[in-house]
């Protein structure tokens, strides 16, 4: 069982130490730290590029302490990633894949990991890697996204030399432009005006709904050794999901030559490609024959106003229009082998198990205990969790959980959850609240009749999601009796998909319910 608190990003180093502490670091050559060179060092020597060898990982090591190092970045950029580069984060469409949890929110503000919210990942990247000016664009139910992000960076970034600043831009009306967001392309083209305006070297575009680590500062110079106009993040991909992602065909010196967008049936056999090129073995390259694109990006300044207003000025994506015209035009696009863990958190089931990956053990998908890269999150003051004579097992809880007589097991318990005597929790990941409902509140509640917020006495619940301040009453068991896997009962509280309940936030489910 894993109990802590979130990180505060006015912990963080300043950019002064952060700049000398990777200074002091810096002691790989120029030419092994050219493209293709991933976050990892334990691969084989791509053909036509001269590596030099790198070290060992260190293995992680749960300890009582739960804590890792990941390695010390050994890059150097001149001049300073917090000076020269922008980070732009697109917040998505509606969500609608991930309905019913971006009902009442937009899809980086969805709750993850018992303590954070989903835009923590992207932004906490930023920071960790010496980008501290940072704008995310979005359009949809963006109240609580804007709140999240004021209380947790409003205060704590950069400082009066640096600008440092995480500010959210909401989709607007102008008379040169009175649509919506039309597309990730679309979204920074309209805002190109303000972006214009940073002196800054490139553009690091990001998504809010990725899970994953990633130090940028190598990413970046990775873009300027090349002298590329674009650099896209790649990942190695099996057969069964490339079919969701944009996959590309690259040249021995990591030039991007061919690109298509979801392909299906023939034409995604025909992107298939020997992935020792990126210093797989043998085993995994045939496991992962292609090679896909995360949707993340690095563009020189200059490249991203000549295709946004001039080459492409109709175009609406990145992925599928403005990458693949660019490399057609003759642009220098490369590419960026990232092959650590890395989740697309688009749907109702990745969602669901990238949170329960995080109480895998010895070693989880992916870890917040990390003292070199840590994840921030808004710091809420809370007490620590109190478990009273509670069986809890492979679980991971948030902070200022009540956890009275239960069983809770493979489970991640979110924030101010209050779960009664004698409930069980099985593979589920419950959000918790937003606010205490105090004993007063609780009284009058019981005496008309009403049912507090969280896990009600002796209830059961089996492979399911509980969105925030959930009432859940007395004796009620959510285990999908019928293994149903679709299932859309938004007027009873619930909705299932592929086989996962989920309770809508603030719904209420009457004791004795059985789902």
């Not at 949707?295 to 200059?302: A, L």
């Not at 969790?385 to 097991?409: Q, R, W």
């Not at 399911?464 to 068991?477: H, L, Q, S, T, Y």
Request: charged fraction near 25%; glycine fraction near 8%.
């Amino acid at each position: 069982m894993a109990m802590g608190a979130a990180t505060s990003p006015s912990k963080m180093l300043s950019p002064t130490q952060r700049a000398s502490t990777a200074a002091a670091s810096a002691s790989t050559s120029r030419e092994s730290l050219r493209l293709l060179r991933a976050p990892r060092g334990r691969r084989q020597r791509p053909r036509g590029l001269a590596l030099s060898p790198a070290p060992a990982r260190r293995p992680f090591v749960f300890s009582p302490r739960a804590v890792s190092d990941s390695k010390s970045s050994q890059t150097c950029l001149d001049p300073d990633a917090s000076t020269s580069v922008l980070g732009i984060i697109l917040g998505g469409g509606a969500g609608t894949r991930l309905y019913p949890l971006t009902k009442k929110r937009a899809k980086p503000a969805v709750p993850l990991g018992a303590n954070y919210r989903l835009i923590d990942i992207p932004v906490s990247n930023c920071l960790n890697s010496n980008i501290s000016k940072i704008y995310v664009l979005t359009q949809f139910n963006s109240a609580s996204l804007n709140r999240h992000l004021s209380r947790a960076y409003g205060s704590n970034i950069g400082g009066y030399k640096n600008e440092g600043f995480v500010e959210v831009l909401a989709a607007q009306q102008s008379p040169d432009n009175p649509n919506w967001f039309q597309g990730t392309a679309d979204a920074v083209r309209q805002y190109l005006w303000l972006f214009e305006e940073h002196n800054v070297m490139e553009y690091l575009i990001l998504a809010g709904d990725h899970l994953y680590r990633m130090d940028y500062e190598k990413f970046i110079q990775a873009h300027r050794e090349t002298d590329a106009d674009i650099t896209v993040a790649a990942l190695p991909m099996d057969e069964e999901r490339a079919t969701a992602f944009g996959l590309m065909k690259i040249d021995e010196e990591g030039r991007i030559v061919e690109f298509a967008e979801k392909p299906k049936g023939e034409q995604l056999k025909a992107m298939m490609v020997d992935t020792t090129i990126l210093g797989l073995d043998d085993v995994r390259a045939k496991e992962m024959p292609y090679i896909a694109s995360m949707g993340i990006y690095v563009i020189s300044k200059h490249v991203m106003l000549q295709l946004l207003r001039d080459q492409f000025p109709g175009a609406n994506d990145f992925g599928s229009e403005v990458i693949p015209g660019a490399t057609s035009t003759g642009m220098r696009v490369q590419a960026y082998l990232y092959d650590g863990y890395w989740e697309d958190i688009g749907t109702i089931e990745a969602f669901y198990n990238a949170n329960l990956g995080i109480t895998k053990k010895p070693i989880p998908d992916f870890s917040f205990y990390d003292r070199s890269a840590p994840i921030y999150t808004q710091p809420r003051h809370l007490p620590p969790s109190k478990v009273l004579d509670a069986d809890v097992t492979d679980s991971v809880i948030g902070e200022g959980c009540v956890i009275k007589n239960c069983k809770i097991h493979h489970s991640v318990v979110g924030l101010r959850s209050c779960i009664s005597e004698g409930a069980i929790i099985e593979d589920t990941l419950l959000m918790g609240a937003d606010y205490y409902e105090t004993e007063a509140d609780k009284k009058l509640l019981a005496e008309k009749g009403g049912i507090p917020i969280g896990i009600g006495k002796n209830s059961h619940i089996r492979r399911a999601i509980i969105d925030k301040n959930a009432r859940i009453g007395d004796n009620v068991k959510i285990i999908n009796v019928d293994n149903v896997q679709e299932a859309a009962r938004e007027t009873d509280g619930y909705f299932i998909k592929s086989g996962i309940v989920t309770v809508i936030k603030d719904a209420l489910l009457p004791s004795g319910t059985v789902i």
